[in-house]
């Protein structure tokens, strides 16, 4: 099976990379292709719990979509710790990571997509 590899820097709602990001993991998804994503820095706001956007593609509820079809979620874990985002803040299903992890995501994939500001 290939593997993509999302790499998400930027929050839901103030740039297209969310939606991009979306769509993209869908496609793969459907292709049949494995799907990770890593959120750093102001991407990991995507993966947090208790969004309200109306009119406009709901991250938290599309992302949780698509980790039930497969797509694997990690979080920087430091970006986490400096926005003061805790356990109980997370989206069910993505996980806190590391650059040591991220490494090995890319390191393993076939395509690794970068996605920010």
């Known amino acids: 099976m290939k593997t993509l590899t999302l790499f998400l820097s930027t929050p ?4 297209e ?5 979306l769509r993209l993991a869908h496609a793969a998804l459907d292709k049949g ?6 959120a750093s820095a102001d991407g990991v706001y ?5 969004h309200k956007a109306q009119g406009i593609p709901h991250a938290e509820k599309e992302f949780a979509a698509l980790m039930e079809r497969g797509l694997h979620v990690e979080l920087c874990g430091t970006c986490l710790h400096f926005r003061g985002i805790n356990a109980e803040h997370i989206a069910p299903g993505a996980d806190p990571s590391s650059m040591k992890r991220l490494f090995g995501l890319i390191k393993n994939c076939d395509v690794f997509v970068t996605l920010g500001s």
Request: hydrophobic letters at 30%.
């Open 17 to 21: 990379n969310t939606h991009t990001a």
């Open 33 to 38: 292709w494995g799907v990770n994503l890593f």
């Open 46 to 50: 995507n993966f947090t719990r208790g």
């Open 12 to 15: 839901p709602y103030s740039y």
